[in-house]
Nanobody, 125 residues
Framework: QVQLTESGGGSVQAGGSLRLSCTAS????????MGWFRQAPGKEREGVSS????????TYSDSVKGRFTISRDNAKNTVYLQMNSLKPEDTDMYYC??????????????????WGQGTQVTVSS
C-alpha cells in the first residue's frame, strides 16, 4: 500500500521561504517520478513541479520557475520542494504525487497515480 506523508507547510510572510517534504512508502521510490501540485478551494489542481526518478531532470510551472526548487533523496524515499520568494498567490494546499513507473516528469494530473493528503501553505502580504 502506497503512503505519502507531507510536511513543512505553514504560514509565512511574502518574501519568505518554506521547504515541503514528502516521504513515500510501499513503492520502489527510485522507479517513479515525483511531483508537487497545488489547489485552492474551488479551483483546479495545478502542477507546480516534477522530478525524474533519479533526479536528473525536473520541470516547473511558469508561475514558480526561478523561485521553487524540487529535489529528492532516494535513500530516504523523500522528495522536497524548496519555496523561496513566496508570494500571497502561492497560498494553496500543496500535494505530493507519485508518477507512473519509469515515467517522465510531468505537470499533468493524469500522469500521477498516488496522492498525499496535502499540506497548507499560507503567504501573507
Amino acid at each position: 500500500q502506497v503512503q505519502l506523508t507531507e510536511s513543512g507547510g505553514g504560514s509565512v510572510q511574502a518574501g519568505g521561504s518554506l521547504r515541503l517534504s514528502c516521504t513515500a512508502s510501499g513503492l520502489t521510490f527510485n522507479a517513479v517520478p515525483m511531483g508537487w501540485f497545488r489547489q485552492a478551494p474551488g479551483k483546479e489542481r495545478e502542477g507546480v513541479s516534477s522530478i525524474s526518478n533519479f533526479g536528473y531532470t525536473s520541470t516547473y510551472s511558469d508561475s514558480v520557475k526561478g523561485r521553487f526548487t524540487i529535489s529528492r533523496d532516494n535513500a530516504k524515499n523523500t522528495v522536497y520542494l524548496q519555496m523561496n520568494s513566496l508570494k500571497p498567490e502561492d497560498t494553496d494546499m500543496y500535494y505530493c504525487a507519485v508518477g507512473r513507473q519509469w515515467g517522465s516528469p510531468s505537470l499533468l494530473e493524469a500522469d500521477f497515480v498516488y496522492w498525499g493528503q496535502g499540506t497548507q501553505v499560507t503567504v501573507s502580504s
